[in-house]
């Protein structure tokens, strides 16, 4: 075949065939920039007007969802389409892989698996974007969301891929509100309320500043003295914040707390050892004598 020939027969295929593959990724193009543009407008009519962190994150995971499906719809119609326009036959591809997908269904039942439990996951609203979980024995802020995956990131940094298929029970620590826990020891010879006399005077010092009053919404929970640990007294409290500052409020009222339990001579204790010296079967104790030395205890 001459030169001018392939030159003739490219020339009618770009003005036919081509043309058509163009127009296509055209028309395909702006159908994928009208489904971005569709799921924004989807995420404000889920807002319903509000402006608060939880609608936000729901919105922003629905809106999500939504432009990844329309995407792929799209894009694999765009492909049959363009398929079709250069003369290969849609039907037995179709029908083929219509066959390899029985076959392929029994190897598949792990992403089946995911696929429905990531419909039902975000059907019932369990996780969203934004939000920090447990699930699979992993915890972390989440990145993405889909029908196959959830993606977390951890404190670390590390970025961990949770399949669907292995998510059983999910642990939602920001959803609406959150909480973070206090265990505060205090020595055995101290006064129980008057340390938590000092929780309160603490907590309501942390509420008047500006902060973190915002974050806090409602005073410290004091649910009295929980235990009775080897060398200290535990008292179970809990404050309750806006979603993911539970960790920001919590450590700042370690460190407050710490300051005034110094400042009224509250003892935070330490594990220590109480020793008994004793003849065997004597049945009491012996005493040990101990001066002190320039300073420094010298027993024998």
């Not at 030159?7 to 081509?18: C, D, N, P, Q, Y």
């Amino acid at each position: 075949m001459k030169i001018e020939d392939i030159l003739l027969e490219a020339r009618k295929w770009s003005f036919t065939t081509g043309l058509k593959i163009l127009l296509i990724v055209l028309i395909a193009v702006v159908l994928l920039f009208l489904s971005r543009a569709l799921a924004r407008r989807l995420r404000n009519i889920f807002l319903k007007g509000r402006k608060d962190e939880e609608a936000i994150k729901r919105a922003r995971t629905l809106s999500s969802l939504i432009r990844q499906v329309l995407y792929g719809i799209i894009i694999i119609i765009s492909g049959l389409t363009v398929l079709g326009a250069l003369g290969i036959q849609i039907g037995p591809l179709l029908a083929t892989a219509g066959v390899a997908g029985v076959a392929l269904s029994f190897g598949a039942q792990n992403l089946i698996k995911d696929l429905i439990n990531g419909f039902f996951l975000i059907l019932w609203d369990q996780v969203r974007v934004g939000d920090v979980i447990e699930v699979a024995g992993k915890s972390g802020l989440v990145e993405s969301i889909n029908f196959k995956m959830v993606v977390l990131r951890d404190l670390a940094g590390n970025v961990h891929y949770i399949p669907n298929s292995k998510i059983e029970v999910v642990t939602n620590m920001s959803k609406e509100y959150s909480g973070f826990v206090f265990d505060v020891p205090i020595s055995y010879f101290d006064d129980a309320d008057r340390a938590m006399e000092v929780m309160k005077k603490v907590d309501d010092e942390i509420r008047q500043d500006p902060a973190f009053s915002s974050d806090i919404l409602a005073p410290l929970e004091i649910f009295g003295v929980d235990r009775f640990a080897d060398s200290a007294v535990i008292i179970k409290a809990r404050t309750k914040t806006k979603p993911l500052q539970q960790w920001r409020v919590g450590r700042e009222f370690n460190r407050r707390l710490k300051q005034a339990f110094e400042e009224n001579g509250i003892t935070i204790p330490f594990s220590n050892l109480t020793v008994w010296l004793g003849n065997r079967g004597a049945g009491r104790p012996e005493t040990i004598n101990v001066k002190l030395v320039n300073g420094e205890e010298k027993g024998h």
